[in-house]
């Protein structure tokens, strides 16, 4: 009789989805991966004894959320380590500790491809067939003055996990190179082990492109009921013309899509308005060229009853604050030779660099705080931010990923 019950109470345990996909990797006895691996070190090469140098580890996973806990330090330095993962969402920011010292850190998340079903899969540009985003493994980024990490465990995400959904264009998409960067793929560092943000942007897209090519109807395969759906477009939407668009035609008749298919699973759609490009008159103020685009999603979100943060009155805010010359420190304005193969000067009025990036999450943060009380308890704790006072981007630490890009990302 207690060899059946333990039979039945091993069966039991075994069938236990969670702790049957519960894994743990030790990095110091981790491979390089391959084309057949299902973990290893990846990308670059694996780490050095000295710990100089960012390293990349990634493990074989289908699409979901996943929770990951990493045990950072080591045993034969003082370490400071930065963790991102897949295409440079920021999880932990410049975590430091002492020679012996080890601290575990949990976050969530989100690993997708492009498959949807029956066939169907999501319609990725030729530049995105490398992005991290979109590939089948979930890959993590360690980097910092001296980034150490001893272990990753990974497993699936309890289904309680919200997760919180970004539509848009190149001001919120993750980017993989430097030295471009999006808010988009900032506000992961801000939330608790509780949520998990999924960012389906994608530069160049508008709000009835994001529609065409499927993204929309990938993220509302994996939607359930309390997940929340952010939308920011207005960017490359203001710049298609012909009959039947405009502000308060085609553009506000797609929002109302986004907003009408994530009701019907029972998950909160957000409306944000377009960050302001930096465009400043001869008095210093920011020149408003979204046209009518803000207002009309401002009408729509006043119409349907949802939270709306306004990031066009925000940064606009914030680049007056910098000034006409610190604002470009927020944005990819670099001299030429700055990056490999760079040859000229890089002048983007619209895409930020990872200052800027984090600036505006700070806004969106903000937004969250004010408007969706039910998502900011999951915020961890961090300091009101206020965008007519910034940060001093002379201050500002980020260490570069090894990879670069000087090409501009589509949209303007």
Known sequence: MKKILLAILTIMIADVPTQAQKKTYILSDAPRFEVSSEYGYDLVASPTESGRTPFFFSVRVPDGNYKVTVKLGSSKYPAMTTVRGESRRLYIDKQTTAKDEFTEQTFIVNKRTPYIS????????????????????????????????????????????????????????????????????????????????????????????????????????????????????????????????????????????????????????????????????????????????????????????????????????????????????????YPAGTYPRQTDALKDNTHFNPYGAYEIAKCVIEGVKKTIPALAVHLKPCPPFDPASPDDPDKFIWHDSPFTEIEKPDGN
């Open 118 to 333: 029956d066939g169907k899969s999501v319609h990725i540009k030729q530049r995105e067939r490398t992005k991290l985003n979109w590939d089948d493994k979930l890959t993590l980024e360690f980097n910092g003055d001296r980034p150490a990490c001893e272990s990753i465990t990974i497993e699936p995400a309890d289904t309680s996990v919200i997760t919180v959904f970004l539509c848009g264009n190149s001001t919120v998409v993750d980017q993989d190179n430097e030295p471009w960067a999006s808010w988009g793929q900032m506000i992961p560092c801000f939330f608790n082990d509780k949520v998990s943000i999924a960012n389906y942007a994608e530069s160049g897209e508008c709000a009835n492109t994001f529609i065409a090519a499927l993204r929309l109807e990938k993220i509302l395969s994996q939607m359930k009921a309390g997940d929340y759906l952010f939308i920011e477009f207005g960017h490359n939407d203001q710049k298609q013309k012909g009959p039947g668009t405009g502000a308060y035609y085609s553009y506000m008749t797609n929002l109302k899509i986004f907003i009408d298919e994530a009701r019907l699973r029972g998950a909160y759609p957000v409306l944000v308005t377009p960050t302001q490009r930096r465009s400043f008159d001869k008095n210093g103020h920011i020149r408003d060229t979204h046209e009518d685009y803000p207002e009309a999603m401002k009408w729509l979100a006043a119409k349907e009853d949802i939270p709306l943060i306004d990031l066009h009155a925000m940064t606009r805010t914030l680049y007056e604050a910098l000034g006409m010359e610190q604002s470009k420190k927020a944005f990819v304005h």
